[in-house]
């Protein structure tokens, strides 16, 4: 090293430390971030998830709920008091391959009283499906709601919020971001319903 180059290092370390270790943090998360997706095998299995009904949509005057029972998903409607009304959960399924969520149909009751009783359906849509409900895919994922949208990666390592929080299905430090339509991407609550899984899979339930 010339003598010139020593004599600088040695009269400003100070200001070579705090222009070093910042880069050497973010490529630490960086390598701490790629390492992931070179380890951990791709998701192998579809995810239903429940998302809080958008403002677009119109109100329904029941209240439904979404649980599983026997590997088949099941839709529980209750009629709500004094004419109110309410945005209704929608039920998306998530292909794993391209990670889209395609939204499923449910057919709600036209009409309950008042007094009438809750009434529990098969989701048609999804009847042929096996369902795992645990929040832990047999392939390890599981599904987060994490930070997108905001000053990327020097925001995070220096403590910068993010505005938009989008869900992802995370395993081992392997994040796959799932893609929402446009008018869900900014909603709060994203719930999983159940994984599924082939029929020879059933066992594991």
């Given at each position: 090293?010339?003598?010139g180059?020593?004599?600088f290092?040695?009269d400003?370390?100070f200001l070579v430390a ?9 490529a630490f ?27 677009a ?15 088949r ?6 009629p709500?008091a004094?004419?109110?009304s ?32 809750p009434k ?17 895919a ?14 990327g ?6 403590g910068?919020?993010?505005y938009?929080?989008?869900?992802a299905?995370v395993?081992?430090?392997r994040?796959?971001a ?5 008018r ?12 599924v ?5 059933d066992?594991?339930?």
């Open positions: 090293m010339p003598p180059r020593g004599r290092l040695r400003n370390l705090a222009v070093s270790l910042p880069l050497v943090v973010v998360f960086l390598v701490a971030s790629i390492v992931p997706r070179w380890l951990v095998p791709p998701p192998t299995y579809d995810l239903l998830l429940r998302l809080d009904g958008s403002y949509q119109s109100t329904s005057p029941f209240l439904v709920d979404f649980h599983v029972r026997d590997g998903v099941e839709a529980t409607v209750r709500l004094n004419n109110m309410l945005q209704p959960p929608v039920l998306f399924l998530v292909d794993h391959a391209t990670m889209t969520a395609r939204e499923i149909t449910v057919d709600l009751p036209t009409n309950m009283a008042d007094n009438d009783p529990t359906f098969v989701v048609e849509a999804l009847a042929g499906r096996q369902v795992l409900a645990q929040p832990t047999p392939d390890g994922y599981q599904l987060e709601q994490r930070n997108q949208g905001g000053p990666l020097v925001g995070d390592v220096f910068m919020n993010r938009d929080r989008r869900p299905i395993n081992r430090g994040v796959v799932i893609t929402l339509p446009e869900y991407r900014f909603l709060s609550s994203v719930q999983p319903v159940g994984w899984v082939p029929e020879q899979d066992g594991q339930r």
